[in-house]
């Protein structure tokens, strides 16, 4: 009896191993024949631009100015705010009557200072005359000589007295020192103004910069001249809608001057011309500057990245389509790419769609990016 239930037991225990081991070798048989995965794949690429940093900077106008009224009197008229005005076009006017009289009173000095010495001269001729005829005494040339000699200096006052009347009934009509807008007015029309009265604020809106404050550890790097990217929304034009706007361009001013608080300094980068289309004063835009000197890197997409617990990795796709996890030190980044270390090469393909779900040597198969 006890014989026959040990024999039973141990046929058990045998039929149960093979069915461990026919599971196991179905297990392994449908592994190695699981279907490839379709993923997306991008490149390894060599770079040697030199690391970024992205800062905020806003735009302003260089030409932005305050207008006063340059003469006492009574303002008539002044534009309005928002009027757009060419270089040289009238932005206010003042009473030109009081100083037009003023102008026509000096005239009048002028015209009776002329008289005078036309006067003198003449009287003066005489008594040179007369004198060589000893038909008049010595004293009365004198005389006559500094009565002309006065009357000189007198004309040379009223014509200097008359200039600068003229120029005071000029600065009676505020012109625009450049093409811009009126964006405040200050003074209205009816109400007497002094010379040094703010009238009006206007901008410049065709010349336009950038100003960022930069943190001080990027000085080194920052040098006028140095390549920036300009990025922005759209804000002006309205013919490809309110979409992000990318220049390239130079810095042109460094203030090498730390703001003891926030330990920055001032850059500003002139904003080329078509800038001017899309950016409007005060508004924000982001500026791409380099931070460390160029050097020689591999990059590779974001998307390829694998962010686990213990570090980050790439899927790299070999030659036979068969998928291998590798484990890289990521670096610094421009835009989509970062540069990275590991066990890569210039030209690798890696996975940036469907890496997540691969296992090792698993097999895939490559889409193109636009399937």
């Known amino acids: 009896m006890n014989s026959q239930m040990k024999q039973k037991s141990r046929y058990s225990t045998a039929v149960m191993l093979m069915t461990c081991m026919l599971g196991i070798t179905s297990y392994q048989t449908t592994a190695q024949e699981s279907p490839a995965v379709p993923v997306r794949v991008t490149e390894v690429m060599e770079s040697n631009d030199a690391p970024t940093a992205d800062i905020l900077g806003t735009v302003y106008s260089t030409n932005q100015v305050q207008l006063t009224a340059g003469v006492t009197g009574k303002l008539e008229w002044v534009a309005e705010p928002g009027t757009y005005l060419r270089k040289g076009d009238l932005v206010a006017q003042i009473e030109l009557l009081p100083l037009q009289l003023r102008q026509a009173e000096q005239a009048a000095q002028l015209k009776r200072a002329k008289i005078n010495l036309r006067f003198l001269e003449t009287e003066l001729k005489r008594q040179k005359e007369l004198n060589s005829k000893k038909s008049a005494s010595q004293y009365q040339l004198e005389q006559t000589q500094s009565q002309f000699d006065l009357a000189q200096s007198d004309l040379e006052i009223s014509e200097l007295q008359l200039k600068q009347i003229n120029q005071t009934l000029a600065r009676a009509t505020i012109l625009s020192p450049f093409d811009g807008v009126v964006t405040e007015r200050v003074r209205r029309a009816g109400f007497d103004v002094g010379r040094s009265d703010i009238l009006v604020h206007m901008l410049d809106t065709e010349s336009l910069e950038v100003r960022l404050f930069v943190p001080i550890k990027y000085l080194a790097y920052s040098k006028p001249g140095s390549r920036v990217m300009l990025s922005g929304i759209n804000s002006i034009s309205d013919h490809s809608g309110s979409n992000e706007v990318k220049i390239i361009t130079e810095s042109t001013t460094i203030i090498p001057a730390a703001d003891p608080r926030s330990q920055t300094f001032e850059m500003r980068v002139a904003v080329p011309a078509e800038g001017k289309n899309y ?79 691969l296992r090792e040597g698993q097999s895939v198969v490559i889409q193109s990016n636009g399937a």
């Open 279 to 357: 950016w409007a004063t005060g508004q924000l835009v982001k500026v791409s500057l380099p931070i460390e000197e160029k050097r020689v890197s591999l990059t590779v997409h974001r998307d390829a990245l694998i962010l686990r617990r213990d570090g980050t990795y790439v899927v790299k796709i070999d030659q036979d389509n068969k998928a291998h996890r590798l484990k890289v030190k990521v670096g610094k980044g421009q835009g989509d790419w970062v540069s990275i270390k590991g066990d890569l090469a210039q030209g690798d393909k890696v996975a940036i769609r469907g890496a997540e779900r």
